[in-house]
T-cell receptor, first 115, second 109 residues
C-alpha cells in the first residue's frame, strides 16, 4: 500500500506556464486537501474536497483550481504560474472530513519553483 | 479568521523534557492536532485533543484548555530523532485545519 503519492517530486517552471500537480491515494479516503508550505507561514489550505464530485476553497485559493472526478485522484492546477507560487505543495487525505480524530495523511510533497 | 501562535525555535538536551506551547484564537473550534515534520519530509500525526485535559501517548503528551485557547505538546526523554518541527493545528466548525507556523526543536547531545 503506497498511501498518498504526489508527482512530480520537484519542478522548475517558467512564469506564465500551466502546471498540474498530481495526487493519488489508495486508502479510499473520502476527503482530500491541498496545502502549500512557505517558510515562516506554515501550512495553508488551498482547496479541499470532502467527497468525490465536490470541492471547496481554502485560505489561499487564488490562482489554483482542483477537480475530484473520483475518490483516488485530486489534481491541483496552476493555470498561469507566477513566482509567488514558488512553494512546497502537500496533498493530504482523511477518511471522513471532521469526524473524530480525522487524521490527515500527507503525501511526500512537490517542490515547485516558478521563475 | 484563525490566529495560531507557537514559538519559532526551541533547543533541548538529549534525555530532557521540552514543552511546546500553542495559543489560538479561531472563529470556531472542533479539535486541536499536533503534527511532527522532519526536515524535507511530510507532516505526520502525533496527537488530537477535543476535550480539556491531558492525552498521553508514550513519550509524547498533549494538553488542551479550550477556555484559555491553549495547548501544549510535552516531549519527554528526548532523543536525537525528535529533532523536527512540531505543528499545532486547529480544526474549525467547517472541519478545515488551520496550522501554526511550527516550532523547530533541536535536540543536542
Amino acid at each position: 500500500i503506497a498511501g498518498i503519492t504526489q508527482a512530480p517530486t520537484s519542478q522548475i517552471l517558467a512564469a506564465g506556464r500551466r502546471m498540474t500537480l498530481r495526487c493519488t491515494q489508495d486508502m479510499r479516503h473520502n476527503a482530500m486537501y491541498w496545502y502549500r508550505q512557505d517558510l515562516g507561514l506554515g501550512l495553508r489550505l488551498i482547496h479541499y474536497s470532502n467527497t468525490a464530485g465536490t470541492t471547496g476553497k481554502g485560505e489561499v485559493p487564488d490562482g489554483y483550481s482542483v477537480s475530484r472526478a473520483n475518490t483516488d485522484d485530486f489534481p491541483l492546477t496552476l493555470a498561469s504560474a507566477v513566482p509567488s507560487q514558488t512553494s512546497v505543495y502537500f496533498c493530504a487525505s482523511s477518511e471522513v472530513a471532521g469526524i473524530g480524530a480525522d487524521t490527515q495523511y500527507f503525501g511526500p510533497g512537490t517542490r515547485l519553483t516558478v521563475l | 479568521g484563525q490566529n495560531i501562535d507557537q514559538p519559532t525555535e526551541m533547543t533541548a538536551t538529549e534525555g530532557a523534557i521540552v514543552q511546546i506551547n500553542c495559543t489560538y484564537q479561531t472563529s470556531g473550534f472542533n479539535g486541536l492536532f499536533w503534527y511532527q515534520q522532519h526536515a524535507g519530509e511530510a507532516p505526520t500525526f502525533l496527537s488530537y485533543n477535543v476535550l480539556d485535559g491531558l492525552e498521553e501517548k508514550g513519550r509524547f503528551s498533549s494538553f488542551l484548555s479550550r477556555s484559555k485557547g491553549y495547548s501544549y505538546l510535552l516531549l519527554k526523554e528526548l532523543q536525537m530523532k525528535d529533532s523536527a518541527s512540531y505543528l499545532c493545528a486547529v480544526r474549525d466548525n467547517d472541519y478545515k485545519l488551520s496550522f501554526g507556523a511550527g516550532t523547530t526543536v533541536t535536540v543536542r547531545a
